[in-house]
């Protein structure tokens, strides 16, 4: 599916849909990471079993070489839980209960988190999209606040992903499983993107450009196309590589609208057939 009607673009975009957050705050980090720690214990644990076992001193920079990874691990575990929000903040909390962001509908969950005991990130997704918690207010506002209901650790759920996916998909990551993985998902049928995806076929989220009106889809769309060339600081001749470019949209709209030399890279053969039709409805086909 194609359209002959361009986005038009302006000069300068502000929305106010992008608000500055009311609350500039950070939670801890690297910076409170003690790496010192680690290296003591890196060296200290091997050396401890090998004076336990009476074992030789290769034997100990062995241990050490097969213990470091999971000791490193586990400090990260462990510094993830313990970890305290750092004292330089520019605001304070306003040391709400959870209770004043959200509603937890689950009975053992809420006997586990009410009041001032927080819940771990990973934990509150997972279970509001499970249905189990509704959220009391607006959400960009209770989220630059999560540090005042949210607590940011390693969790069972995220180690098992990390041992369990994300490690054997690094070791094993081929071209090939991207193709298949790409193309199967995506080569199903524009039309079925199209139906919720509207005109423009881009996921991401529009930007309100004018209070006063109801803006359409594809006005939101443009708004937010717009505002990110105008963050990068496209111009007439850059050379903009977009990678992962989905149905080619913002490459297109890039070249059409502020003359850059734009290039989409997918491995969806339906998103390249429609990125270079709407690129030629546009007249961008040679840029």
Known sequence: MTTDSAPTARAAFSSPSIAKPTLLREGGGAREYNSYLLYALVAGVPYLLKRALGLSLGTYFVLAALLALPIGALTLVVHSWI?????????????QPIEAYMTILDKELKAKYHGSRKIPMEEFFERY?????????????????????????????????????WI???LWHSKKQDETQVRDHYDRGDDFYAAFLGDRMVYTSGLIGDAT?????????????RDVCERVQMRAGDRHLD????????????????GTHSVGVTL???????GNARAAAWGVADR
């Open 83 to 95: 970890v305290r929000t750092p004292t330089d903040q520019i605001g304070a909390l306003p040391n």
């Open 129 to 165: 999209f499970d249905g189990d918690i509704d959220l009391t207010g607006d959400a960009l506002e209770m989220f630059e606040k999560r540090y005042d209901w949210a607590i940011f650790p390693i969790t069972l759920n995220v180690a098992r992903f990390f041992l369990l996916q």
């Open 168 to 170: 054997p998909e690094l």
């Open 213 to 225: 009106r109801r803006e359409t889809l594809e006005e939101l769309q443009d708004n937010k196309l």
């Open 243 to 258: 990678l992962g470019c989905g149905w080619g949209t913002l490459a297109a709209f890039a070249a059409k609208n502020y």
């Open 268 to 274: 969806g053969r339906n998103q390249t057939a429609f």
